[in-house]
């Protein structure tokens, strides 16, 4: 057996157990999932998403384990959740099946979920992780065993970190009247992903090179904000994620593209994989509450 296989047959056995969970569902296990490519005529960059009609949203298709981001479909808003503490995966998926639930809201209404992980994965560990967290998603009708719904961001706090990997925040769609567009980014570091992360200016942490990795980050969030109808006056809150010195750049890379509007929560925490430095995600929120 190969050193890589090995680990991840080793990590995802370690999240498992301390999931609760069991192997992963199978397609037959899996229930049915409604998709279709978006056909509004708002411009051609909506050509680039899918509507999730059971969960009221569409989504930009990405990688299996989360989608590049969400928006609301008409007559629904995205509501966020914040847990004033962070809640260990099995127990944060209890909690918000009972949320949504209360809220008269089905399980595919859920379209975002924020994560704190101990500290970063190798890329093979990231998958052995993503493949655990993707069984609730299989159970609830969100993930099909290919496309993914939901954005996500999950990062590791540099100090006091979590002893398994937890729930920060969680978004899920509601019915509203008059509804106003609302939309939320996954995270997004200096990376393209595909079968193989391939990383920006891998190891380079100087001025220049976090520059760099902004720029590209920033890149991806206005990217994803076009697909998906939005632009930077819209945004409500912008996060960044990263242990570095962002002062020689956020005058000229963040502040002066709009993206500080609202302001900027910066979380002293590493992205996901390792030699990832920077990474960022935005929404458009209108209702917000901690738990």
């Known amino acids: 057996m190969s050193s890589d296989r090995r680990e991840f047959l080793q990590q995802a056995a370690i999240i498992t157990a301390g999931l609760g969970m069991g192997a992963l569902p199978t397609a037959a296990q899996q229930r049915p999932v409604a998709m279709q490519a978006s056909t509004t005529s708002e411009g051609s960059n909506m050509a680039n998403t899918t509507d999730f009609m059971p969960g009221g949203y569409r989504f930009i298709p990405a990688v299996f384990q989360y989608s590049a981001g969400v928006a609301a479909l008409p007559g629904h808003e995205i509501q966020r959740i914040t847990f004033r503490t962070l809640v260990p995966l099995r127990e944060g998926f ?98 393209i992903e595909g079968k193989d992360i391939k990383i920006i200016r891998p190891g380079d942490t100087s001025a220049d090179g976090l520059r760099v990795k902004a720029h590209y980050v920033l890149d991806t969030m206005e990217s994803r904000m076009a697909a998906l109808g939005f632009h930077w006056p819209d945004v409500t809150a912008a996060q960044v994620y990263t242990v570095y010195n962002l002062y020689p750049f956020l005058a000229d890379e963040i502040v002066r593209r709009g993206a500080a509007g609202p302001g900027l929560t910066w979380h002293f925490c590493r992205p996901p994989v390792i030699d990832i430095d920077y990474e960022m995600d935005c929404r458009s929120v209108w209702v917000e509450r901690v738990i």
Not at 155 to 170: G, L, R, T, Y
């Open 94 to 191: 209890r909690r918000i099946e009972q949320i949504i639930t209360e809220a008269g809201r089905p399980l595919t209404a859920l379209c975002a979920c924020e994560l704190r992980s101990p500290a970063p994965f190798t890329q093979q560990g990231f998958r052995a992780f993503n493949e655990i967290y993707v069984v609730t998603l299989g159970k609830w009708g969100i993930y099909n065993g290919g496309i993914n719904p939901v954005a996500r961001s999950n990062v590791c706090p540099e100090i006091n970190p979590p002893a398994e990997p937890s729930f920060h925040a969680f978004s899920f769609t509601t019915k509203v009247e008059g509804a106003r567009p609302s939309f939320v980014n996954s995270g997004s570091g200096e990376a």
